[in-house]
């Protein structure tokens, strides 16, 4: 099932609505890192609140979709993980390090405008990244 | 069966014969506990007090159950069933527990009843040495069994009521606080085992999601001690409430628990720390964005 992505200002939301196989993940990979670029957005969010489960794969998907983001200039946040899940996820030892979550899709909003709004207290552009920029963790 | 038994009146007789023998035997027996009740109970309670045995009871507490103890021993006696005193034991035990009656005065106690009645059966029985001897195999087993029952009965009341306690404190020691908008807290007291700090994962995570904390508190001041697997469940803790969004800040770890687990060697680097409450408190309120003055700072300077 393809994964409809949304944008919204210079974000991208993408909510996923039911279990994804492997080539879903892969194709929603590849389609938000397309469209990062397409739309110029600064911003992506993930909804996974529909999922019960995420597997190893998924994690790493999500890891891959905020990395490659990031180098194509969007900051990406995971949102909406139920905490059987995020459990059952730390118990595999998978922590998606480095990558931005919150609880649903307003915090995630929430947090992009915050990224944003410090980027301009620094004097930089909304999205840039400066030196001395630290990943939230 | 009945004229194999007048043949032979040996005790090679046969099963059935001993049994009905020892029927006999019991019921001769229990007659004669009847019959000196009074005396026999007042011997025992004397006994009781003599060896300093329930001492958290009165003489006359002690004198009426060592009465109703004494019936009910009679009966499982007479009618060889326990159920009744099965069911007396624990009741009893329910009575005394609380008053802090320990394991080894109620053995006592029973044991004592045993020896006074196996006195009592020496002392009318004495010149009839082979009939004696007869009465004791019949009242030895019994009487073991009664033994065994009231002891079971006492402890397993106790267990209950350690698992009643546990599950108490279980229950008591999670409370999730909500101190301030989107900022919990949650203090943990006491020992965390496996089972405890699976559950009080699962209620940090769940009141995260339905308070939409942002900040969590967690304060292990009273916590005695902790191992590897208490300090990696914390650390699983701490990235599952990531994954909802929250930030973890845990305070008020004693210098013992900060010496084990350097000394054992888990990886905290991922664990914001404060030393106390307070100072996890006010952090949370800078992550959050508050910032508490006094009044008189807020008050227009004239």
Known sequence: ????????????????????????????????????????????????????????????????????????????????????VAFAMVQLGLT??????????????????????????????????GPGHRDRA | MATTSKDRPSPAAGLPVQTQDTAALLRELVAHLRQNRTQLREEWARRITRAQLLTAMTEAEIFAEATSVYDNYVEALETGTFEALQ?????????????????HEVVGIVLLLRDVLARSLFAKYHEDFDKLNRILDAYEPAANRIANTVAVGFVQERERIIRQQQEAIRELSTPVLQVRERLLILPIIGVIDPQRARQLTEQLLRAIRTNRAKVVVIDITGVAAMDSNVANHLVQTVEASRLLGATVIVTGLSPEIAQTLVTIGVDLSEMATVGDLQGGIEEAERLLGYKVLPLEELAPKT
């Open chain 2, 87 to 103: 069911a007396y034991a624990r009741n009893l035990s329910e009575r005394i527990i609380p008053r802090g009656v320990e394991t």
């Open chain 1, 1 to 84: 099932m393809e994964v409809p992505i949304l944008t919204q200002g210079q974000y991208l939301i993408a909510s996923i609505q039911s279990a994804l196989t492997d080539a879903d993940l892969s194709q929603l990979r590849e389609a938000l890192i397309e469209r990062v670029g397409r739309f110029r957005a600064r911003g992506v969010i993930v909804d996974v609140t529909a999922l019960d489960v995420m597997d190893s794969f998924a994690v790493r998907t999500l890891r891959d979709i905020a990395h490659m983001a990031r180098l194509r200039g969007a900051e990406t946040v995971i949102v909406g993980i139920q905490p059987e």
């Open chain 1, 96 to 129: 998606l390090k480095g990558v931005a979550t919150a609880l649903d899709l307003e915090e995630g909003l929430t947090f992009l405008d915050g990224v944003a709004r410090e980027r301009v207290e620094r004097g930089q552009g909304p999205f840039d990244r």
